[in-house]
Structures are given as structure tokens and as C-alpha cells.
């Protein structure tokens, strides 16, 4: 943390990379330096660093410690040597786009750039740092496009969350957490509802964490409750990150967004999901694509040292869902808020 309290998970601090260790937290505020690409790959596994923008600033990053580890003045052989590092990279999790996106956009930067191999390992940094400053002025504007959507209320609002879509989950600021601060900025929120979501428990160790930091009034629910407080009338819209939507809208979020908007749309509560256009997949149609990562079972049966379970159970553990297009009110953006059949519309300035 700076000394304005803002969390930036991620930043290019003395030659290296200091990232907040996410699991850790709360009880715990620990940074470690990342020095090495393999380092780097193994933090985004273990989740040292989490949340799609995040993961996708840390191995822009990455890409960058990998080549300056090359030790060589020939273009082709270093080119040989950084797509080996994107490789190691691009296998640490499935299922976030930004990591892809972000490795193929420092891929592309490198094959780009004329001159020495020393030139493009300068401009893979200053790369790396670019996409880390654009994602935090991405998740300030989508967190104010967000309140253009939420609903007109007489008294303040409370939004119900899944996970952590916060500063944590990107460069700063957050997705579905920036439309919280937002609203929380403008005198419009009242509380925020957070799932503890299992099995990892982001909402309750994370979102709680830093909706403690700032203020911001925080109710730390079980997953199993959704349904029971929009009943009660306590909820007025629901805001969730994404890890990768598909063209036509279908999003894919952290196991149990899925459940989170059937209920909304039972309870007649509109569902946001709020998401850099870097997170969209315009080559997938639909979201029955989207590679779903599946999790150690520890998981679920362990938590601490403190088994839950009778040896003899067998675990199934998928980290994401798939949320349909119909059941999600709008798509909120750094480009504006829409109707997820609408996003196609950015589908060719997307390209890197
Ligand atoms: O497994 P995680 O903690 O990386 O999953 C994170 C989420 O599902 C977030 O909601 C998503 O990445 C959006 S983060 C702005």
C-alpha cells in the first residue's frame, strides 16, 4: 500500500517486480520481489497474484524478465528464447484472456521493434509498464461508466459481489469493485454484500480486505445466502468481474457468478459484469469454448491444516463458470456500458 491507501498489486519497483501476496492476506500484508520469468510464472499459478487484469499486468511483466534473461546479441535466436518464455507463461492458468492478450502484445512489440536485441528488451519493458498504467486509468473509467448503469434508488445502494474483482484483481482500482468505489465516492452506495466464495474464499479475505481499507461498509456472506438476501429486499444490484467473455457476451467468472445471476434474475435484480474489452474473446462465439481451469482438490477438502472431508470422498473443483449472455443486464466497460450482444461492435479495434 502507498500512502494514499491505494493497493497496486503490481508494480516495477528497483529493477524487479513487487507483487502483494494475495495469499496472505488478511492477515498478513507481505510483498515479494520477482527477479526471474520462472519466479514470475510460479506466482501466477500458486496465486501470489490473481485476477485477470492483474495476471495479465504480472506476466506482461514476465515477458519482460524472461528477456533480459537471454543471453544473446541474434535476433532470431533471441525471438526462439522469448516465445519459449511465453509458453512457460501462457501455461500457468487457462481460463483469464488478459494473460494471452497481454503475452501476445509484448510478443508483438518485440517482433515489431527494429534495432538491437538490447533496443527490444527496453521497449518490452516500457511495454510491460504501459499496459500496467493503461489497465488502472481502464478500471477508473469503468468503474464510473458503471454508475451511469446502476439503478436509481431512493435510498443508497447496496451491491452484492462475487470474488474479488478489486484493486487486487487488477492494476489498482478494480472492475467490479471500481463501479463500488465509484458509487462509494459519489455518496450513492450504502454497503457492499460479499460473497465469501469458496473455495478459496477471495470475497471474504480479499474484497472484505479492501473494502475494510477504505471504508466502505462490508457484509461478509456465505455463498449458500444469495438467494435468501435478495428475498429480504437486501440487494439492489449485483457487479462481477470476468475472466473471459466470449462474442456473444457469455462470461466466465469465478465458480459460482453462474448461480449468483439465476438468482438475481429470479429475484428481478439486474447483474452487471464489469470487465476491460482486453477481457473479451472475439474468436470464441460462445461461452461453451472457454477453457475452465480445474483446481487441486485441497481445495476443497483442506482448509489450513484442518481436513473437512472422510478420506474416501472424491472432489471436483472448477475455478470458473460460465454466466449466459441473457441472464447478465450489461456488459460495463471502459468504452461505456452494453447489452452483451452489443460488443461485437469492438471486435476489430480489439486486435493487437
Ligand atoms: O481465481 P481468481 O482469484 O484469479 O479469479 C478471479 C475472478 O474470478 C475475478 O472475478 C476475475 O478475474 C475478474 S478480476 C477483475
Known amino acids: 500500500m502507498n500512502q494514499t491507501n491505494q493497493v497496486y498489486p ?19 500484508y507481505a510483498v515479494v520481489e520477482i527477479h526471474r520469468s520462472e519466479d514470475m510464472a510460479r506466482a501466477i499459478k500458486t496465486m501470489i497474484v490473481r485476477g485477470a487484469p492483474a495476471i495479465g499486468v504480472a506476466a506482461a ?4 524478465l524472461g528477456a533480459r534473461e537471454i543471453e544473446t546479441d541474434n535476433r532470431t535466436q533471441f525471438f526462439d528464447s ?17 494473460l494471452f492478450w497481454a503475452i501476445s502484445r509484448m510478443k508483438k512489440t518485440a ?11 527496453k521497449i518490452l519493458l516500457k511495454t510491460a509498464q504501459i499496459i500496467n498504467a493503461e489497465d488502472l486509468q481502464t478500471c477508473q473509467a469503468i468503474g464510473d461508466n458503471g454508475l ?6 431512493p435510498e443508497k445502494l447496496t451491491i452484492h459481489t462475487h470474488c474479488n474483482a478489486g484493486a487486487l484483481a487488477t492494476a489498482g482500482y478494480g472492475t467490479a469493485l471500481g463501479v463500488v468505489r ?14 465469501e466464495t469458496r473455495p478459496r474464499l477471495q470475497g471474504a479475505k480479499l474484497t472484505a480486505w479492501e473494502c475494510v481499507q477504505e471504508g466502505i461498509p462490508v457484509t461478509v456472506i456465505t455463498d449458500n445466502m444469495a438467494a435468501h438476501c435478495m428475498k429480504q429486499g437486501l440487494i439492489h ?3 462481477v468481474g470476468a475472466d473471459r467473455i466470449a462474442a456473444n457476451g457469455d462470461t466466465a467468472n469465478k465458480i459460482g457468478t453462474y448461480s449468483l445471476a439465476l438468482v438475481a434474475k429470479a429475484h428481478n435484480i439486474p447483474f452487471f459484469v464489469a470487465a476491460p474489452l482486453s477481457t473479451v474473446d472475439f474468436e470464441l462465439a460462445d461461452g461453451s469454448e472457454i477453457p ?29 463458470d460460465v454466466t449466459p449472455a441473457e441472464l447478465i443486464t450489461a456488459i460495463i466497460t471502459e468504452h461505456g456500458a452494453f447489452a452483451p450482444g452489443e460488443l461485437q461492435k469492438f471486435s476489430q479495434k480489439q486486435m493487437v
Open 10 to 28: 503490481v508494480i516495477w519497483h528497483n529493477d524487479s517486480v513487487s507483487l502483494i501476496d494475495q495469499t496472505r492476506l488478511p492477515n498478513e
Open 61 to 64: 511483466y514476465g515477458m519482460y
Open 237 to 239: 444490484a449485483v457487479v
Open 292 to 320: 475452465i481451469e480445474e483446481r487441486d482438490a485441497s481445495e476443497i477438502y483442506q482448509v489450513g491444516k484442518t481436513m473437512l472431508t472422510p478420506t474416501g470422498a472424491e472432489f471436483y473443483n472448477p475455478a470458473f
Open 111 to 121: 517482433y515489431e521493434t527494429a534495432g538491437t536485441v538490447e533496443d527490444i528488451k
Open 82 to 98: 522469448l516465445e519459449k518464455v511465453a509458453q512457460m507463461l501462457a501455461s500457468t492458468r487457462p481460463t483469464a484472456v488478459n
Open 148 to 153: 451511469k448503469v446502476l439503478p436509481a434508488t
Open 182 to 195: 465509484s458509487a462509494w465516492r459519489e455518496g450513492r452506495l450504502a454497503r457492499v454484500f460479499a460473497d
